[in-house]
């Protein structure tokens, strides 16, 4: 099966440049996350869709950050403004079914921040 | 935040040496799941164990948990040259949490 697409797979902004980053899990998947991973650090969850709705955000920067999932297929996160301690590598993972299986991840959109 | 805390923090061994990592975790969990991370790439899943489960095997891989301690580990027989990466450990319990997980560098 095809797995997790993420793109672009580099992004470079100017701080308080706006940016967004796409998301294709795998078919079927009906549960979808962003991750945001630090240099040296495990990735931090970000936001948690069910399908279309939202199950977890109590962790992403409602100020600057906002991510959606339309039709319950694929996600986009958008960061604006950025600031420079936003550089990091953005990661989407999809499972079939929530907290219960393993999850496949993307290879991730690196940011980096100027 | 943070659910779990992988030990050690770096590991280098020889190669056909085992290599042991544990990790710790601080609430209830539905189970436990490692994964690891080359550089610059994406996570790849290892094995998941589920909280009524002691042990699972897999390949070369062995994981335990001990619901009782908060604690699993993961260990790798045999190592191998490829097997240099970072192994994070991961908790579904009411979200999915990673730790900080541990770099593993395999010497040929």
């Known amino acids: 099966e095809a797995g997790v697409a993420q793109s672009p797979r580099y992004k470079i902004i100017e701080k308080r440049q706006s940016v967004a980053f796409w998301c294709n899990p795998i078919s079927g998947h009906a549960t979808l996350y962003w991750y945001q991973q630090i240099l040296g650090q495990g990735p931090k969850l970000l936001i948690q869709f069910q399908n279309n709705g939202v199950v977890d955000d109590s962790q992403l920067p409602k100020d600057r950050f906002s991510a959606e999932r339309l039709k319950g297929v694929d996600s986009t996160l958008k960061i604006q403004p950025a600031k420079l301690e936003d550089s990091a590598v953005y990661l989407c993972a999809s499972s079939l079914e929530q907290l219960r299986d393993g999850y496949t991840f993307g290879s991730g959109t690196r940011l980096t921040v100027v | 935040s943070q659910q779990g805390e992988e030990d050690p923090q770096a590991l280098s061994i020889q190669e056909g040496e085992n290599a042991t990592m544990n990790c710790s975790y601080k609430t209830s969990i539905n189970n436990l799941q490692w994964y690891r991370q080359n550089s610059g790439r994406g996570l790849v899943h290892l094995i998941l164990?589920?909280?009524?489960?002691r042990e699972k095997h897999s390949g070369r891989l062995r994981v335990t948990l001990d619901t009782s301690k908060k604690s699993s580990s993961l260990l790798i027989t045999a190592s191998r040259a490829a097997d240099t990466a970072s192994y994070f450990c991961?908790?579904?319990?009411?979200?999915?949490?990673f730790g900080t997980g541990t770099s593993l560098t395999v010497i040929p």
């Open positions: 164990i589920r909280s009524n489960e």
């Open positions: 991961a908790t579904t319990g009411n979200q999915f949490y």
